[in-house]
């Protein structure tokens, strides 16, 4: 995980508390950006890489490993639209 600290430095005993901290509410947390400002600190979370979530055919899907063939075919022929400049 990736922890970039600006502003500031911090303990590294802190820096690891707000990384189990992130594993626990935010699984999948692959950096956090910690902000110091005196006493204050403000924390970014974020969680990277995210699936591609697309609407095709009707059905919204991240891949098309569960398609059949039938909705295979669906897709190869599909046209596709694009905006002429």
Known sequence: ???????GTLPKE?????VKRAE?????????DIAVDGEYVDIDYHI???????????YLVGTLDRFNDAKRSEVGDRVKHGISA
């Open 14 to 18: 802190e820096i690891d508390m707000y």
């Open 24 to 32: 626990e509410l935010h699984p999948g947390t692959t950096c956090i």
């Open 48 to 58: 990277l890489p995210f699936d591609r979530i697309r609407r095709i055919t009707g």
């Open 1 to 7: 995980m990736q922890v970039n600290v600006t502003g």
